[in-house]
Antibody, heavy 127, light 108 residues
Framework: DVQLLQSGGGLVQPGGSLRLSCTAS????????MGWVRQAPGQGLDWVSS?????????????YYADSVKGRFTISRDTSKNTLYLQMNSLRAEDTAVYYC???????????????WGQGTLVTVSS | ELVLTQSPGTLSLSPGEGATLSCRAS???????IAWYQQKPGQAPSLLIY???TRATGIPDKFSGSGSGTDFTLTITTLAPEDFAVYYC?????????FGQGTKVEIK
């Protein structure tokens, strides 16, 4: 069975950094793209970042970011640990949200719906 | 950038009634790459429909999706207590993908 187990999150001051983790089981991160989606308190879903599965010949994965986080957040993965990360730097109050990792349902790219989601982790940016 | 607008914002219905939720795109959604998700309080979203009209694994046929181009609809027949939730549409035909703002289906 596919499972996504998230860790990290918590309270951080404005300008601070935090790293979120998402450990996958039941599939490999080299076979499916992954994404991060956040939800501010009482608000809707907001796509943050995505990473494609690896190209078979180069092991290269494409990454994508929402304009609101570009240059501050970095998506990455450790295939040996089958774990996805979101490194968040220069955090702002408006980054406060529950962050979900999610798996793309088919293919190796990011043009697909999300079929499995992590349990979510709360990030609070406040002094 | 493609924007999705959902309506209504809130739908107040009684158990047993049917629901019709709308998702309108600011431009054509190629390949009808529209998904619908259900989210209950305190839970992660779950996939209901993809490719505008294909039910995800394990989703009952009380949920159906339709539409093409810029106008898409999620229909729920015979609302059960567990169906009262927030529903989001999403396009995934380009990066960035985007979600609509959601429709809350609440008990009247």
């Amino acid at each position: 069975d596919v499972q996504l187990l998230q860790s990290g999150g918590g309270l951080v001051q404005p300008g601070g950094s935090l790293r979120l983790s998402c450990t996958a089981s039941g599939f490999t991160l080299t076979s499916r793209g992954m994404g991060w989606v956040r939800q501010a308190p009482g608000q809707g879903l907001d796509w943050v970042s995505s990473i494609s599965a690896s190209a078979t010949t180069t092991n290269y994965a494409s990454t994508y970011y929402a304009d609101s986080v570009k240059g501050r957040f970095t998506i990455s993965r450790d295939t040996s640990k089958n774990t996805l990360y979101l490194q968040m730097n220069s955090l702002r109050a408006e980054d406060t949200a529950v962050y979900y990792c999610a798996k793309y349902s088919y293919g190796s790219g990011t043009l697909a719906p999300f079929d499995y989601w992590g349990q979510g982790t709360l990030v609070t940016v406040s002094s | 950038e493609l924007v999705l607008t959902q309506s209504p914002g809130t739908l107040s219905l009684s158990p047993g009634e049917g629901a019709t939720l709308s998702c309108r795109a600011s431009q054509n959604v190629y390949n009808n790459y529209i998904a619908w998700y259900q989210q209950k309080p305190g839970q992660a979203p779950s996939l209901l429909i993809y490719h505008a009209s294909t039910r995800a694994t394990g989703i009952p046929d009380k949920f159906s999706g339709s539409g093409s181009g810029t106008d898409f609809t999620l229909t729920i027949t015979t609302l059960a207590p567990e169906d009262f939730a927030v529903y989001y549409c999403q396009h995934y035909n380009d990066s960035p993908c985007a979600f609509g703002q959601g429709t809350k289906v609440e008990i009247k």
